[in-house]
């Protein structure tokens, strides 16, 4: 194999691929990239057996092969290549090393070989529709801060996406929660969606995901089956398995009699929240909510570190209402928020409370409250 | 030379064979003797010497204080020691090693009050006491010599003397001027002891020794250390605190300050509980998954009433399991928030416990809680997708007064009876 490529596209393509790479790994193939080139083209093919991710670039093709180094060496020689260079990347049967060189630059690294790289089985995708990178990014980005980290509950350690049904039609939905937090998120239910079975993505591959959305006018190919998922744009390929569990019923979570009406700009809201949080010294940071007539004070009390206050003016006319939350989660939800007023719908003081952008409700979010 | 008679407390200037005062022989003589102040009591073969008071029939047969057949040896008396038998002893060896012994449950509650009165005892020397168990501790009492009238040898000779009178209880002294070396000098001669290690020989002192004698050094450490060409104190000087460091971290530093005698951590008055847990070992090897479960409620209760009555929280879930081949697992989940509930401790173990089952049959189990904070930072946040335990908690804080009133069987889960 031997190709010549443009430094600033290997390195996309490579950055890509070594991201997948588990830092420790104790199976030395899968610290490795699959460099495979053919035409003229070279796609760059990295796994950690549940993900797998493969980046397709134009390069000039001398010699077709294909070969596996290291990922994060190539990586990071790349990137400290100068911008510009171009890169020729040839491999040596003989010693079985791959050159790679750019100006005076000479690299030689150790390679495994090809057949040792696993590759994950194709699977039969039973549902495959497309959409626009904006219409998924909003999706994931504003439910992905709701994902459980608790291994315990695994099958909360992802994003459930699926089609069911909101106000104006069916919708594609994802959802994610850790049990003090909830987010759901809709969008209208792209073309071919209908029938999806309802997938568990992976927090990994929501971030992995995360880098293929960057561009607003790309769209992109969505496959699902059981048990995997797939992202494509014509350059990258994402495929994940999904995590292999059941999805908690979150409706019966999600409040739908909630009466106390708090209407406050986020930011202004937020801003306060993080103000007062400052003097608690307890690890999960409590503030206290007072509602009066269109008044919010925000408290903190801490014993042993000190006290904070601050009264926000808000558009509220229920009964009075104290309620306490954990800050970190009440700044979570208000940052997002990006148009309008954050609406708070509260019911009682140890009930979950729903919050909302202005009346929109394809993006909800619930928060369970603590004890102050 | 300074001398000190322990039977009668007698201080001399002239070091002699018997106490002038009353021709006992039990003299303590050394230079320093009147001028350190770090004192480690420690009371001989305490369970069993508990014991031996409560019941003078035992007082010339060999006393093994353990559990079961399966359990292993809490204490024994030096009658057993003399066959080789030793703490922490699987029970069928030792009895195997002396078997005219007499096993002995133990009975925590007993010792438990006796530690009480021999800590009041302490609080006569210094408000500086450092509790290590039920039957050991640090005592600082530097400063006191004023207010006693007496140096703090001759105080804490007395202090011996009235454990012996008063409670029928003994223990060992080590003085010093550091907890490193008057936790060694307590061991250097026990039963009865009172051992004396001053600032001028400290270093000759720790010279020859083994590095096993550092506290903090197990058998892990040893084999580390051994690996790296150190069996001695002297070794350990042969090194520069650097390389120390750069080979074993922070124990590193610390073993470089030690193998000098040099140990600067100060005695510390309730040092801070750092957990809370309990186990049980099995009477035979268990892996059904029911009575496993019966275990782990029971000791999630003992956790959770233990929290409760200290007022603290864990915020990490601990399981621990050996094996019927001794080997250990232990299994640690940080939570969201911190707990004190046997409820949530209970289903966290469980959860843990999950995968392990498949490596059963387990002959021990225990569970607890790490990482405390204050009890009003516990439970404060409802679970959204476990409706239930709001319920289930008012309910355990229902359990918890009915008990309080009625006694601990009045109310109990059946799951308990697993």
């Known amino acids: 194999m031997k190709i010549s490529i443009e430094r600033g596209t290997l390195l996309k393509a490579v950055g890509q691929a070594q991201s997948v790479v588990e830092r420790r790994n104790t199976i030395p193939i899968l610290a490795n990239v699959l460099i495979e080139a053919e035409g003229d083209s070279v796609s760059f093919r990295a796994t950690d057996l549940d993900i797998e991710v493969v980046d397709r670039a134009p390069a000039m093709v001398e010699r077709a092969g294909a070969t596996t180094v290291s990922a994060v060496m190539l990586h990071e020689i790349v990137r400290k290549l100068p911008d510009g260079a171009l890169i020729v990347l040839s491999e040596d049967a003989a010693s079985g090393r791959l050159t790679v060189a750019a100006g005076r630059s000479t690299f030689s690294l150790a390679t495994l070989p090809r057949e040792d790289f696993p590759v994950m089985a194709s699977s039969e995708y039973s549902s495959n529709f497309a959409a626009p990178a904006p219409v998924l990014r909003r999706l994931f980005d504003k439910a992905k801060f709701a994902i459980s980290t608790e291994e315990t509950r695994y099958y909360l350690n992802g994003v459930y996406m699926h089609v069911s049904t909101g106000e104006d039609g069916p919708v594609l939905r994802c959802v994610a929660t850790d049990g003090h937090r909830l987010a759901r998120i809709d969008a209208p239910l792209p073309e071919g969606a209908q029938g999806m079975p309802g997938v568990i993505v992976p927090r990994k591959t929501v971030n992995e995901l995360r880098k293929l959305l960057d561009d607003d006018s790309a769209t992109i190919a969505v496959s699902v089956s059981e048990t995997k998922v797939r992202f494509a744009t014509p350059a990258i390929s994402l495929t994940s398995k999904v995590i292999d569990g059941t999805f908690p019923d979150y409706t019966r979570v999600i409040p739908t009699g909630n009466t106390r009406r708090l209407e406050v700009d986020a930011s202004e809201f937020a801003k306060a929240v993080d103000r007062v949080a400052t003097v608690s010294s307890e690890r999960s940071r409590a503030v206290k909510l007072s509602l009066d007539e269109d008044r919010l004070v925000l408290s903190v009390n801490a014993p042993d570190s000190g006290a904070a206050e601050e009264e926000l003016a808000v558009a509220y006319g229920d009964e009075r209402l104290e309620i306490g939350f954990n800050a970190k989660y009440l700044l979570e939800i208000a940052s997002q928020v990006d148009r309008e007023n954050a609406v708070f719908l509260f019911n009682s003081s140890a009930d979950p409370t729903l919050m909302r952008e202005g009346n929109d409700t394809s993006a909800i979010y619930v928060v369970m409250p603590m004890r102050v | ?418």
Not at chain 2, 60 to 88: E, H, K
Not at chain 2, 133 to 150: V, W, Y
Not at chain 2, 342 to 358: C, K, N, Q, S, V
């Open chain 2, 1 to 418: 030379m300074p001398s000190l008679c322990r039977a009668c407390l007698t201080l001399t200037e002239t070091g002699t064979a018997r106490c002038p005062a009353c021709r006992s022989p039990r003299i303590v003589s050394h230079p320093e003797l009147a001028d350190l102040s770090i004192a480690h009591m420690d009371c001989d073969a305490f369970y069993a010497s508990v014991e031996k008071r409560d019941n003078p029939e035992l007082r010339d047969r060999a006393v093994i204080v353990g559990g079961g057949t399966r359990g292993v040896v809490s204490t024994c008396c030096y009658i057993a020691r003399i066959s080789g038998v030793r703490s922490a002893m699987p029970m069928f060896q030792a009895l195997k090693l002396c078997p005219q012994a007499v096993v002995v449950k133990p009975r925590m509650a007993a010792y438990a009050e006796t530690s009480r009165a021999i800590r009041a005892m302490m609080e006569d020397l210094t408000p500086a006491i450092e509790p290590l168990s039920l039957d050991e501790a640090f005592m600082d009492l530097t400063g006191t010599a004023r207010l006693h009238g007496a140096p703090p040898a001759v105080m804490l000779a007395r202090l011996l003397r009235r454990m012996e009178t008063e409670l029928g209880i003994s223990g060992s002294v080590g003085l010093s001027h550091n907890k490193f070396l008057a936790k060694i000098a307590s061991d250097l001669d026990k039963p009865r002891g009172f051992s004396v290690i001053g600032r001028a020989e400290t270093e000759a002192f720790l010279e020859t020794r083994p590095v096993r004698i550092i506290w903090g050094v197990g058998t892990a450490m040893q084999a580390a250390l051994e690996r790296a060409g150190i069996r001695t104190i002297a070794d350990l000087r042969r090194w520069d605190r650097g390389d120390l460091m750069a080979r074993f971290g922070q124990m590193g530093g610390r073993l470089y300050d030690l193998a000098r005698g040099e140990d600067r951590r100060r005695v510390n008055r309730d040092e801070k509980v750092k957990s809370i847990s309990k186990e049980t070992t099995f009477d035979a090897d268990i892996s059904d998954a029911d009575l496993l479960d019966g275990h782990l409620w029971r000791l999630a209760e003992q956790v959770a009433d233990r929290a409760k009555a200290k007022g603290l929280a864990g915020r990490t879930v601990v399981l621990k399991l050996k094996r019927g081949d001794f080997s250990g697992i232990s299994r640690r989940h940080a939570l969201p928030g911190a707990t004190q509930t046997a409820d949530r401790i209970y289903r966290e173990a469980a959860a843990l416990l999950m995968p392990e089952r498949g490596r059963a049959p387990f002959r021990l189990i225990g569970v607890g809680i790490a990482d405390l904070c204050p009890a009003r930072e516990a439970d404060r946040e409802g679970d959204l997708l476990d409706p239930d335990a709001g319920r289930r908690a008012k309910a355990e804080a229902a359990t918890d007064a009915i008990r309080a009133r009625f006694g601990r069987d009045a109310i109990i889960k059946g799951r308990a009876l697993r």
